[in-house]
Structure formats: structure tokens, C-alpha cells
């Protein structure tokens, strides 16, 4: 597959006008369009005493939408680096549900951490109780996302930033954005915002992320074998991001009539029980596939009751997406010990394919008391600004960069280092865009972080769907390290095709 000059990439780029006041009638044309296409978010609760008292009830503000955080336009990636990643996907995947099924290789990776991420102990603590106790499932659901930085060498190359295995979200609302860009282009042309370059509909690749997410619970419904039972949706209280969520809902339900509960950790606690035969029941309805949009942070189980609320679905016969293997694949640490020669062949035996898996990694590198360890130790405190500092999180904002990275690393104990990980910074080309936040456009230099969903769905010995299933953008301002987009850092992209 050949690849485009980085020196090419940069100059195709399209050009965008960096002066909001002619690009004002775009805001109200970008705004609606979001509102009647589903494009939302709920608003953000107050803690206004003045507000509460103005409307004693605030029922509004429970019912209250503001449109998403999105670009105005496209934003560039080369077509070569997203259909290298776009094709890498379902080996991705494999390698990571080998991963899962490697007893051994989770148990002794994931002990070299010892014990100071209590959350990641407490995770391993449950999947060790599950094995032990023998609980079997009638399949697994993989809903992944591979995230990618295009890193400028003297090729435009994707490095993996990290491989997610639990509550990969956007995948609807990244689909809807790209239909809105596709609107815009053949509705406006982008007269007044294009000022150099090309920007077409044909840039704009094909996305099927709005309907892969629900297809591969639908996949693993059908393995529980139940045509009865319902699908439970397990979400964060007071979730904002309620309408990516919806879009999965809804496409189970119109696509395979499949109904979808929402329900907190600590609602499955008080209203589920698993009965003699490990069915896992909520007012009668048995439950066959637990989709996980929460429990990957310790704020996901501020209390006992959450961690039973999940440990009733574990114990169950209900297919959890993702599986506790599956949580535990996808740490940090398991990210840095397949960078180690030999790991990634440990379970791929092709070479070229190991390879080319290989080929997206960046330097990965221990935290702990090992040689290599204090090697990169040594690295960090000399020169903080060439890495970030990974602990075993998702969500955003918890990784550490730059002049914070000595601070950390200088304060904590030999013991709290064994659960962070170096990872070299991925050099990503900045370009100028414009955002809509908040019904305002912002202007802003940001790098783009590529998605690739991918789809997995086996039933222990076959495996019944492999593929990659859509895409995301996370664009954010260049001097913003962190890429979440509930979380506040970035907002919704398409890529444009160079």
C-alpha cells in the first residue's frame, strides 16, 4: 500500500479561514442541523442554589440539550494511514481475544503491577473469583476502539495511542458528525471557509459505526439464545453523552428488535438477582448481554454496591461486554509488554502479520524496579517532554506529560511506579480549524486522534464476527494533551481523505 510524502500530506491540506466574522452564518445552519439530526448532548447539571431556588422543581435542566462539540469542517488524515488501520482492525482484534483467553500471560503481566492501582487489583481480585468459580458464558462480545495519532516522519505514519476494550462511546455520534460534513460540503460548498485546497464528499470515507456497536450485541444476543430476554445498557448516573447511547439502542431495537434496559451498577445491585440456574433476572425479563458504558474508572464504584452490582452480572450467564479478561487485556501494561520482542508472535504466528501490527507501535517502556525499568526512569526525569506517563485508566485525564511527569515520578514510591507505563510522545502535525462549542465557533491549531471500532463476537470455539466497525475523530486544541471529548478536552471530527 503505498503512502504519501509527509511534505505531500501537509500541502494538500485544505485551508481554512481563521476569521470568525465571515463565518457567522454558519453557526445557526451548524446548530440546528445538530438538533434535528439527534447531534446532542444533555446539558450539564447546575449547582446554582439562584437557579434551583428560580425553579423549584429544575425539571428544565433534567430535560435540558445543548448541541455536541464538533468542527465546522473536516479535518485531514492521510487516506494511506486509515487504510492501513481500517484493514489492521480485525487482526487487532484476534490478537486482543487471544490475548483474553491467556491465562498465564494476564496473570503474570498484570501481578508485575503489584498492588498499588487498587482499581486494576480489584478488577484482576474478580476475574481470579470468576475462574475459580467456574461461571460460563455462552460467547464473548468484543467492542473495541484502536486510537491512533498520525505521527509526522517522512511518511505520515498511525502509532497506536492506546487499544480500548471497555465503553468505546461515539461510535454513533461520530457517524452523524460525518453525515453532517457531507451536508455541509454539498449544501454550502464551505463558500467563505475553504480558502485554498479541495474539500469533496468522495474525501469523506463511508462510516458504519452507527449500526456496528448494536449488530454485535445483536451477535452475541443470538449465541445467549433466549429470543425473550433483553439487553441491559450499563451507564453512569447522571450520564450526559445519553444520546450516543440512544443511537445504539434504537438500531438494536428497529434492526433486530432486541430490547435495551439502561441501568447503574448500583441499580442492577438493588433490582437484579441471579437465580439457581446463573440467569441473571430483572423483574422476571432474563438478561442476555451486559453492555458496559461505565466501570472503567474507580469514580465508576464509589462504593461496595457497585462493585456487587457488577459482580452479580459477572457471576452470571449474561454475556458482559466487555468480559473481565477482556477489561484486563486492554490495561496499559498489557499495551507495554507486546511492544517486548517476542510478545506480539507469542500470539500472532505470522510473521508479516506480527509485523504489521508492530509496525503502529511507539517505544513502550516499564515504570517499575526491573533494569529496563529504571532505564526509562531516567529517560523521563532527563527529558519529560519527549513521553507521557500512562497509569492502567480510561476515560481522560488521568496521563501525565511534560514538566509534571518528574514531579510525579520523583513523589511516589517505588511501589506506586510499577502501575504507570512510559510511552514515547507521538509527534502529531497541527492544523488550523474551527470549532463550534457551546453555539460559538473557536478557532483553534488541533491535532486529530483516529478511532477504529472493531467488532468481535466468538462463542468460545468459533468465531461468529470479526470485523472493523466504523470510525471516530477526536479533534482537540494542539496544546491539549488529553483526547476526550465527555471528558471536555476535544470535539467530534470526520477525517478528510489526502
Known sequence: ???????????????????????????????????????????????????????????????????????????????????????????????????????????????????????????????????????????????????????????????????????????SLSSVVGDFHRYMIERTGYAGLLKAGRVTSDQLPRNESLTSIGDGIAAGFELYGQPEAVVVMVVQPGERNVYDQRFVEQRLWERHHIKMLRLTFAEIHDQCTVDENDRLLIDGQEVAVAYYRSGYAPTDFPTDTEWNGRWLVEKSRAISVPSLAYHLAGCKKIQQVLANPGQVERFIDDAETAARVRSCFVGLYPLDNTSKGQQALHMALREPHKYVVKPQREGGGYNVYGDDIPQLLTTISDEERKGYILMDLIQAPAFNSVLVRNGELVLASVVSELGIYGIFVSDGKNVVVNKQGGHLLRTKAADVREGGVAAGFAVIDSPLLI
Do not use: C
Open 1 to 171: 500500500m503505498e503512502g504519501i510524502a509527509t511534505s505531500e500530506f501537509l500541502a494538500q491540506r485544505p485551508q481554512y479561514s481563521q476569521d470568525t466574522r465571515e463565518l457567522q452564518h454558519y453557526v445557526e445552519l451548524a446548530v440546528d442541523w445538530e438538533a434535528t439530526h439527534g447531534l446532542l448532548f444533555r446539558a450539564p447539571a447546575s449547582d446554582s442554589a439562584a437557579d434551583s431556588a428560580a425553579d423549584s422543581a429544575a425539571t428544565w435542566q433534567q430535560t435540558a440539550l445543548v448541541p455536541a462539540p464538533i468542527t465546522l469542517a473536516p479535518s485531514p488524515i492521510p487516506r494511506s494511514s486509515f487504510d492501513r488501520v481500517i484493514a489492521l482492525q480485525p487482526t487487532l482484534n484476534t490478537l486482543f481475544d487471544r490475548i483474553s483467553r491467556d491465562h498465564d500471560f494476564l496473570v503474570s503481566t498484570l501481578q508485575s503491577l503489584g498492588t498499588a492501582d487498587e482499581f486494576t487489583t480489584r478488577v484482576f481480585a474478580m476475574y481470579m473469583r470468576q475462574r475459580s468459580q467456574g461461571a460460563e458464558k455462552p460467547g464473548v462480545v468484543g467492542i473495541h476502539r484502536s486510537d491512533y495519532l498520525v505521527h509526522a516522519g517522512a511518511e505520515p505514519q498511525a502509532k497506536q495511542v492506546e487499544f480500548n476494550t471497555i465503553a468505546a462511546s461515539f461510535a
